[in-house]
């Protein structure tokens, strides 16, 4: 398999746009604005998913929402401009400044 290259069917059109939708609910405006909050890799930022890759995120956001894990979200255009430069934070090193500055990090 080439590098960069999905491992499985693409995923369809309707899980795409479901996968979408469940995003823009979490404050997102598209797959690359949540590239960072969800772990996602450039090729799912473009918005190309396996089945299997688009039915665990769609599975991940609705827990999260039933379980109301998510704080107050505020969506990316209401963000400021450090607000926004933090959201786009690799999460290790967002982790790493925060026990820099006394924090306990853990991973959930």
Not at 11 to 28: C, P, T
Not at 55 to 67: G, N, Y
Request: aromatic share 6%.
């Amino acid at each position: 398999m080439a590098f960069g290259q999905q491992s499985g069917p693409t995923a369809s059109a309707r899980q795409v746009q479901q996968l979408l939708a469940l995003l823009k609910n979490a404050g997102h405006t598209d797959f690359r604005d949540a590239r960072g909050p969800m772990g996602f890799t450039q090729r799912q930022a473009a918005g190309k998913f396996t089945r299997d890759e688009a039915a665990a995120f769609i599975d991940r956001l609705q827990d999260s929402e039933l379980d109301g894990a998510e704080t107050a979200i505020v969506p990316a255009t209401e963000l400021s401009s450090t607000e926004q430069l933090v959201r786009g934070l690799p999460s290790e090193r967002l982790a790493a400044e925060l026990r820099r500055r006394g924090w306990t990090v853990a991973k959930s």
